[in-house]
């Protein structure tokens, strides 16, 4: 059997350092490429790592070769409130840079090729409870919109070469081993880094603004079992609904108020309202869970356990 090599680009981000780590215990360390534009800093210090730009086609096509790749992990990407702010040059970085990564597939004979898609490619119009697979989507952020095309071309790729690319539409990610990236979501992050720090918080999304998250270990989890299923199962080629839970603001400081009584949160809303606002409350998520047998494991309560514990701990 041909060896498993994987290259994770984005590997400094917030999902590229998990999955590198998780990448390494099945694989070994060696066999686990990291790339990505940032110098490396912790897990991406232990194995072999490369300096890279996405928009670098042919560094592409050589780091594939030189360390005869069999799997690409893409997830590098400008995330929705970043994007906000250059919104050409997110059109290009997330476009560009999926383009080339589905062109190596395609050319170099790539097995398999992940990418991840966002309850970001909904939108107004999208309905927003139980948000189905197949339902209208008219993102109005310009990631979303990278998001919305970059599935149909995954699709494309596959349908039209044979390509093996799976995708996940993540809801919110959260964990605690990266500072937050840029992300509408991302202030179910930062609050637990604040809350540990200096007891307080100012959110800016409103109280009752419900979005679909989930723990990074799910995340991972999600990811790994997907990337591991016979292809014959994985039969949406655009992106999965994947979902676990769905809270506000508001919850979410209850809930570390039961760990750290003294946390207060106070909200000041800016532009990202109106994103949140845009996406699914909850989603359906049925398709993932009867083709390849999807199951989360991490509710609000015991998420904010864990990260709690972790973060905490780090600071004694
Ligand atoms: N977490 C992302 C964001 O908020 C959505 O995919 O941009």
Redesign the pocket.
């Known amino acids: 059997m041909k060896k498993t090599k994987v290259l994770i680009i984005g590997a400094g981000g917030q999902l590229g350092a998990e999955l590198a780590i998780a990448l390494r215990k099945i694989y070994g360390t060696s066999e686990v490429v990291t790339a990505d534009i940032k110098d490396p800093q912790g897990v991406l210090l232990e194995g072999p790592h490369e300096k890279f730009d996405v928009l670098q086609r042919d560094k592409l096509f050589e780091l594939i070769k030189k360390y005869q790749i069999t799997q690409v992990y893409h997830l590098a990407a400008l ?3 970043t ?1 906000e702010k250059d919104p050409r040059w997110a059109w290009k970085l997330n476009m560009e840079s999926l383009l080339y990564v589905l062109e190596a597939a395609h050319e170099l004979k790539l097995d398999k090729v992940y990418w ?1 898609s ?3 490619a909904f939108g107004p119009e999208t309905p927003k409870a139980m948000t189905p697979q197949q339902t209208i989507m008219d993102p109005s ?1 310009v ?1 979303g919109m990278t ?1 919305l095309a970059g599935e149909l071309w995954c699709s494309y790729y596959f349908r039209r070469y044979g390509v093996d690319v799976r995708s996940l539409r ?4 959260i964990g605690w081993k990266t500072p937050p990236g ?5 202030y179910a992050v930062d609050i637990y880094f604040k809350a540990v720090a200096e007891k307080r918080f100012t959110c800016f999304l409103s109280a009752d603004t419900y979005l679909p998250m989930m723990y990074m270990d799910d995340a991972v989890k999600a990811t790994l079992d997907l990337m591991e299923a016979p292809a014959e199962k994985v039969r949406v080629r655009t992106s999965y609904n994947i979902s676990s839970m769905s809270f506000c603001p508001a919850q979410l400081a209850a809930t570390i108020k039961k760990y750290i009584p003294e946390f207060t949160i106070s909200y000041e809303p800016d532009f990202r309202q109106s ?1 949140a606002d845009s996406w699914p409350r909850s989603i359906d998520d049925s398709d993932a869970r009867r083709d390849w047998g999807w199951q989360h494991q991490f509710g609000l309560d015991e998420m904010t356990k864990d990260i709690l514990y972790h973060l905490q701990k780090g600071k004694n």
């Open positions: 995330l929705s409130a994007g991840p966002s309850i970001a952020t990631y998001k993540y809801p919110g990610l840029g992300g509408t979501t991302d994103i």
